[in-house]
Nanobody, 114 residues
Framework: QLQASGGGSVQAGGSLRLSCAAS????????MGWFRQAPGKEREFVSA????????YYADSVKGRFTISRDNAKNTVYPQMNSLKPEDTAVYYC?????????WGQGTQVTVSS
């Protein structure tokens, strides 16, 4: 089970730190990712991190502004989102991938006003 939190409203240029807490013993072996879905648009990839944390991946639209990290001792993954833009407004979802199975958490709303 995945529990996302940390969403909210912020002005353009501001920062937010989301978190996704996982239950279960497979978290430390799972690749973790974040996706987002804006109104009227398809869900899109934002960032991901390997099970060890040694590899990270970002969509071009967030590269240089977002940083993903994980704490396997706390079963939590954190995307730090800086220099937020109105186009970052969306519902953000975390996903765990373990043995080719995908598990989704509920979304958390991020709203960036200009």
């Amino acid at each position: 089970q995945l529990q996302a939190s940390g969403g909210g409203s912020v002005q353009a240029g501001g920062s937010l730190r989301l978190s996704c807490a996982a239950s279960g013993r497979t978290f430390s072996s799972s690749r973790m990712g974040w996706f987002r879905q804006a109104p009227g648009k398809e869900r899109e990839f934002v960032s991901a991190i390997s099970w060890s944390g040694s590899s990270t991946y970002y969509a071009d639209s967030v590269k240089g502004r977002f940083t993903i990290s994980r704490d396997n001792a706390k079963n939590t993954v954190y995307p730090q989102m800086n220099s937020l833009k109105p186009e970052d407004t969306a519902v953000y979802y975390c996903k765990a991938t373990y043995l080719s199975m995908n598990y989704w958490g509920q979304g958390t709303q991020v709203t960036v006003s200009s």
